[in-house]
C-alpha cells in the first residue's frame, strides 16, 4: 500500500448547454461547473465546503465520498457555476424584467430613499435566474468522483515523494550510528582509565603514601559505575530499532502518519540523551547531525495521511 501525504490539489469542470428554459424565455446560455478539492495537514479529517446555493443540496453526498476516501487532512471543497453566451452576458427575460420593475416600485413606494436597480443588479438576477433552471444532479458526482481521484493520485506521488526523502535520512541516521557505535567502548575505557588516574593522584596528594587495596577497588567500583552512565550503546540500539520500525511502516504504507510522528518523537529522545552523555567531540558532533536529520523527518512527517 502506498504512503500517502495530505498535501495535495485537484480539480475538472463540466460544461452543458442543455436546460429547462421557462416558457416565456430563450434558453439559457451555457454553465460551466467547476469543482476543486485542495488539503493540507491535519491532525484530523477537517471539511470545509463552499458551494453555491444551487450546489447545497449535494454537500452531504459530496461529505460521504470525501470521508469515503480520505482519513486526515484539512479539505476544502469548492465550487462554481458559470454562465455565458456569445457576448458574455446574460440577457435578461422579459417576464424577469417585469418582475423586477413590479418589485422595484413597491419598495420605493414605501421606501422613497431606496437606490434604483442598476444595470449590474439587472444582468446578476439573469445570471442568478439562468443557472437555476438547470439541474446538476447528474453531473455533480460523476465529476466530484474524477476530482477525489485525482487528488488521491497527487497525494499518492507526494507520498512517495516523502517516503524517499524519509528513506535517504534514515540512511544517513544509520551511518551516523555506525560511526557512534565503536566509539562507545573506547570511550567508556577512557574515561573509566582517567577516572582512577585521577583517583590516585587525589589520594597520593591526600597522605602522601601509595593508594590502598581497597581504596583502588572503590576507585574501580566508582569508576566502572560512571563508564555505565556515560555509555550510550542502550541509546544506539533503541535508535536502530526505531529506524527499523519507521522503514517497516513506510514499506506497509496506508495510515502510518501518527505512528511516524511518534517514533520521530523517540529518535530525538535518544539523540538527545547521546548527547548529554557525550564526554567526545566527535560523539556530540554525531548526536547533533543526528537531531538535525531527525527535525527535518518531522517536518515530513507532519504531512503523511
Known sequence: MPVYSMTGYASAQHSTANALPDSDSRSPPAAQLGLEIRSVNSRFLDLTFRLPEDLRQFEPTLRDLIIGKLKRGKVEVRASIETAN?????????KLLHRLNGAQDSIRAWLPSANPLSVADVLRFAAAEQSGTRDWSEAVM???????????????????????????????????????TPLVPQLVEQQRQR?????????????????????????????????????????????????????RLLKKGGEVGKRLDFLIQELHREANTMGSKSTALELTHISVDMKVLIEQMREQVQNIE
Not at 456569445?86 to 440577457?91: I, L, Q, Y
Not at 582512577?196 to 567500583?221: C, I, V
Request: hydrophobic letters at 50%; glycine letters at 4%.
Open 142 to 180: 460523476p465529476l466530484a468522483e474524477k476530482v477525489v481521484k485525482e487528488l488521491l493520485g497527487a497525494r499518492q506521488r507526494e507520498g512517495a515523494r516523502l517516503a524517499t526523502m524519509l528513506s535517504d535520512r534514515l540512511a544517513q541516521l544509520r551511518a551516523l550510528a555506525a560511526q557512534a
Open 86 to 94: 456569445a457576448t458574455g452576458v446574460t440577457e435578461p427575460s422579459p
Open 195 to 247: 577516572f582512577l588516574d585521577r583517583w590516585k593522584e587525589a589520594m597520593a596528594l591526600a597522605d602522601g603514601a601509595s593508594l590502598p587495596e581497597a581504596a583502588q577497588d572503590r576507585a574501580l567500583t566508582e569508576a566502572t559505575a560512571f563508564a555505565i552512565r556515560i555509555d550510550v550503546a542502550e541509546e544506539i540500539t533503541r535508535l536502530s530499532s526505531h529506524l527499523d520500525e519507521i522503514e
